[in-house]
């Protein structure tokens, strides 16, 4: 299973599974962006949504496609179906938040659970018909990438890269009319046409990545590298090319992985590479990660403690529950009483802050710069500024 | 007489899966949770799964209890990835549930390697289609004590956490009001914030266990959500629109069964079609209908 994973990985799987794969990727890597930009305007779960009101229309794809060419697995039925139904349902769902008080959350589950059930309907009514091929439509719920025809695989690739091509050429205007409508807005952008781009692309990699991933998890690929690029930076321009770089290669191992254990849904394996992706980012990201945060906390409260201690030598006032961290530093002798090293220490961090807050009286707008940063004075401001404060300081 | 022995055991089911959701639906809804609904309904799937495995049999209370864990680990996950990411509630959940949902899927895929067999259909869909009740062959038997210990396990399981809930609303219902119109004068009462949360969370994943073998982990959204969201346009009365709500959802339950299994034929269909979907549809209509009706009245006010 390794092997045939790692030969998959290298894309010496068969012709159909390298074309899913370089598909899923290029998929991946427009849907992270989307994901981003959706999360951005508030509307992460609209795309869950959408992908379940999905279902109806590719049931009634089929049903079109059976009826007009006698067999119901045309894949370019199945997907305009789908698109249909799940325009509808995102208009439908803009009916109910904003034509009446049902609120944001109620309509969108409302609207994902409903449609959801008009296609469990429908799909039941075409396993009744006597007829071939519908045992294949189970394959959009939860994806299963090893059993897609030539024509599937070739539509997965031609829209991944499609909307990966449009996001590129697109993108400074996309990132800026997300992150900053107003400003958009205000240098000439077409902020709505804009809004609606980011939402037909959304829609368009819903609805292609469905045979592939299915309906159920669709959400991971445009929702959890978004989330995930969220730990790595807080640049956004970085932040949407992390998720983008996130979003294409989970998409391309998960499909790797499901070439090589056939059997089990595509959308499980991908969900699991995900979201693997978005733990590790959660805790060991060196920028937002948990476990740099917590590091970053200690450091911070240690040195308050140590500005504390040496605060209060300089100023000559009992040292009380600061004794032990005073000791730890060598700053006091076991009555609380400060030694050599604790007057030099506390000396020179009087000097410190004096030349800090002249520095503040002059430079007032670095206020967040200074007071917010660990690092020494010197480490902060050029040497002249530093030499020209100590003249005057002294 | 296959009515007595499918269609009533099954319809029974369905009305009070209805009934339980709904109940739990109206906490979600006026809290603005509802979307909490919903990833708790894709969240209890690995904890339904692992209890099925421990117990090695469908209905046993394992499955509930893991079902819960699953649900208040899911919770936890959300908020301990909402404060550390910085993200807002929606995208934290959609990240929790799809991981959540996944892993029960690939916990069913290992199992039925194990032998065990479980299929993911159930799941999506619930099982109305399965119920059987074998003992009444006629009117007369349904009131014979001698055949409910024969009656499918999923309804007295429903039942009696239906009662428990409802029991639990009647008592407590002076305090979930308080805690739900304004949770910081209930906090100040000495009911902490977080208790509340817990509460809620537990009863909405023993409804969604519960209803989960009716109607499957996706259409039990439509229950919590689509009764209660209609009983809010006709009344902003609390008591009055908790029994709304409940009258719809057993409403919807019996003419989306009926609309399956007797409906569709009629219609063309060449058999019953789903029935847990059905009701789903039956709901959003009176939904959908019920909000055209709001917006046409409020135009004419």
Same mark, same amino acid.
């Given at each position: ?7 998959a990985l290298l894309l010496e799987g068969g012709y159909n599974s390298v074309l899913v794969m370089v598909g899923l990727g290029l998929l991946g890597a427009a849907a992270g962006p989307v994901g981003t930009f959706m999360i951005i305007k508030g509307r992460p779960l609209l795309a869950d949504a959408v992908a ?10 089929? $049903? ?142 819903? +609805? ?6 299915? $309906? ?82 200690h450091r911070l409260t240690k040195h308050i403690q140590r500005l504390r201690v040496l605060g209060r030598i300089a100023d000559g006032v009992a040292l009380a529950e600061l004794i032990k961290v005073a000791r730890h530093y060598g700053w006091a002798d076991t009555n609380g009483r400060p030694t050599m090293s ?29 007071? $917010? ?22 | ?52 495995? /421990? ?7 394992? /499955? ?10 899911? +919770? ?72 409910? +210990? ?7 399981? /429903? ?143």
């Amino acid at each position: 299973m390794l092997e045939s994973f790692i030969g998959a990985l290298l894309l010496e799987g068969g012709y159909n599974s390298v074309l899913v794969m370089v598909g899923l990727g290029l998929l991946g890597a427009a849907a992270g962006p989307v994901g981003t930009f959706m999360i951005i305007k508030g509307r992460p779960l609209l795309a869950d949504a959408v992908a379940h009101a999905t279902l109806p229309g590719i049931a009634a794809g089929f $049903l079109l496609s059976l009826f007009l060419t006698g067999d119901g697995r045309n894949p370019i039925y199945l997907l305009v179906g789908a698109t249909i139904t799940g325009i509808t349902a995102a208009g439908a769902m803009h009916l109910l938040k904003d034509g009446i008080r049902i609120g944001e959350d109620a309509a969108t589950a409302a609207t994902l659970s409903v449609s959801f059930g008009a296609g469990v309907v429908l799909l039941s009514f075409i396993q009744n018909l006597p007829t071939a091929g519908q045992a294949g439509l189970n394959a959009y719920l939860l994806g299963q990438a090893a059993t897609m025809t030539q024509g599937e695989a070739w539509l997965v690739l031609a829209v991944g890269a499609t909307t990966l091509l449009i996001l590129l050429l697109v993108f400074k205007e996309l990132t800026i009319s997300a992150f900053d409508p107003i400003g958009a807005e205000a240098l000439g952008l077409p902020v709505r046409l804009l809004d609606l781009l980011t939402t037909a692309l959304m829609l368009l990699i819903v +609805a292609s990545g469905l045979r592939a991933v299915g $309906l159920v998890l669709i959400l991971a690929l445009l929702v959890t590298p978004a989330a995930a690029a969220r730990f790595w930076t807080d640049n956004i321009t970085r932040m949407t090319a992390i998720s983008a770089l996130l979003g294409g290669l989970g998409a391309y191992v998960g499909g790797a992985l499901s070439t090589a254990i056939s059997g089990i849904p595509t959308g499980a394996l991908i969900v699991a590479i995900m979201s693997s992706v978005f733990g590790f980012s959660l805790l060991f990201a060196p920028k937002g990660g948990a476990i740099a945060v917590a590091m970053r906390k200690h450091r911070l409260t240690k040195h308050i403690q140590r500005l504390r201690v040496l605060g209060r030598i300089a100023d000559g006032v009992a040292l009380a529950e600061l004794i032990k961290v005073a000791r730890h530093y060598g700053w006091a002798d076991t009555n609380g009483r400060p030694t050599m090293s604790g007057e030099i220490a506390a000396k020179s961090w009087a000097k410190e802050e004096k030349l800090r807050s002249l520095y503040l009286t002059d430079r007032p707008e670095e206020a967040n710069r200074i007071t $917010l940063s660990l690092m020494p004075l010197h480490r902060l401001i050029p040497r002249d500024v530093l030499a020209d404060l100590e003249r005057r300081s002294s | 007489m296959t009515f007595l022995q499918i269609d009533l055991p099954a319809m029974t089911l369905a009305i009070l899966a209805g009934l339980t959701a709904a109940l739990v639906g109206n906490l979600l809804i006026l809290r603005r949770q509802a979307l909490m609904g919903d990833a708790l309904s894709h969240m209890v799937l690995p904890g339904i799964v692992g209890g099925y495995v /421990i117990s090695g049999h469908p209905k046993s209370w394992t /499955i509930v209890g893991g079902a819960l864990l699953a649900g208040l680990l899911g +919770a936890g996950l959300i908020s301990l990835i909402q404060r550390l990411g910085r993200l807002d509630a929606a995208t934290a959940m959609g990240v929790v549930l799809t991981t959540m949902f996944a892993a029960g899927v690939l916990l069913i895929e290992l199992i039925n390697i194990s032998g065990i067999h479980l299929d993911i259909e159930h799941a999506l869909y619930g099982s109305l289609e399965s119920v059987i009740w074998l003992y009444p062959v006629g009117w007369k038997d349904i009131f014979n004590p001698a055949g409910w +210990a024969d009656l499918p396990r999923e309804i007295p399981f /429903i039942a009696g956490t239906f009662f428990t809930l409802a029991t639990a609303f009647f008592i407590t219902a002076k305090e979930i009001r308080l805690v739900t119109f304004d949770p910081s004068f209930s906090a100040t009462l000495g009911i902490p914030f977080w208790l509340t949360e817990l509460l809620i969370n537990c009863a909405v994943a023993i409804a969604v266990v519960a209803a989960f073998d009716a109607v499957g982990s996706i259409l039990v959204i439509s229950m919590l959500i689509c009764p209660t969201a209609t009983a809010r346009l006709i009344t902003n009365r609390f008591n009055l629109q908790i029994g709304v709500s409940l009258f719809i959802a057993a409403f919807s339950a019996l003419l989306g069964y009926v609309f399956a299994v007797w409906g569709a034929p009629y219609l063309g269909s060449p058999g019953a079609v789903n029935a847990a979907g059905g009701i789903a549809c039956v709901a959003g209509t009176i939904l959908v209908s019920t909000s055209i009706l709001h917006v046409l009245l409020q135009k004419r006010a």
